[in-house]
């Protein structure tokens, strides 16, 4: 099992609509938890950390579960500007590791 | 500078040749790792710097692949004997500490073996 696991997509949709992405993590001692976003052929950047209360920027808004050990992103009345993939990200616990997923991509459709 | 700054931007050589991979970090941060990553894939951890020493190495692929980082800021990865399958970008990045921190990357070292 990989230790940090995304759904590949693509979503594809309208925009204006509202996408969830999930996020599982193998290692129960996590403590650090983030969204990164990477557009085509460009570095990855902090798009939010992840707390364990929930938190939320703008549109966006992530989610923490360490009991069934996924985190989870909301993205409410998608632009065409968020089309890109987006990169879980797990520091794991006692470790100085961040374990990226694959990334989900997103197309927001005009 | 500013940002997490790596040289050479894109490198082409030929399978066998040995390579040089450099990454500078943001001012004043003592974390700095070393990710690869393939077409489609996320960035996957090769090892990571807290100063000068190497904490964790657990993600060199073979002992072909190397990183110093001998004064605790400029860091070289070094490639011997490139191998097709070693084509990726490496990615570089650094942070203010070595757990909890947001880790900031660089635009990447764009490697193709030929």
């Known amino acids: 099992r990989k230790e940090v696991e995304q759904d590949p997509g693509p979503f594809n949709v309208p925009e204006g609509a509202t996408v969830a992405f999930n996020c599982t993590y193998s290692?129960?001692?996590?403590?650090?938890f983030f969204w990164y976003r990477q557009d085509c052929r460009k570095e990855p950047k902090l798009l939010m950390s992840?707390?364990?209360s929930g938190n939320e920027d703008g549109r966006f808004t992530a989610q923490l579960n360490r009991a069934s050990q996924y985190i989870s992103l909301l993205i409410r009345d998608s632009k065409l500007s968020d089309s890109a993939t987006y990169l879980c990200?797990?520091?794991?616990?006692?470790?100085?590791?961040?374990?990226f997923g694959t990334g989900t991509r997103l197309k927001v459709l005009a | 500078g500013a940002g997490v700054s790596q040289t050479p931007s894109n490198k082409v050589t030929e399978k066998g040749k040995y390579v040089e991979l450099r990454c500078d970090p943001i001012s004043g941060h003592t974390a700095l790792y070393w990710y690869r990553q393939s077409l489609g894939q996320g960035p996957e951890f090769l090892i990571y710097?807290?100063?000068?020493?190497?904490?964790?190495d657990s993600g060199l692929p073979n002992d072909r692949f190397f990183a110093v980082r001998p004064e605790g800021s400029v860091s070289t990865l070094k490639i011997q004997r490139t191998e097709r399958g070693d084509s990726a970008v490496y990615l570089c990045a650094s942070s203010p500490g070595p757990t909890g921190n947001t880790i900031y990357f660089g635009e990447g070292s764009w490697l193709t073996v030929v």
């Open positions: 710097f807290q100063g000068t020493g190497a904490a964790d």
């Open positions: 992840v707390y364990s």
């Open positions: 990200v797990v520091n794991g616990g006692g470790t100085y590791k961040y374990i």
């Open positions: 290692n129960s001692a996590s403590q650090s």
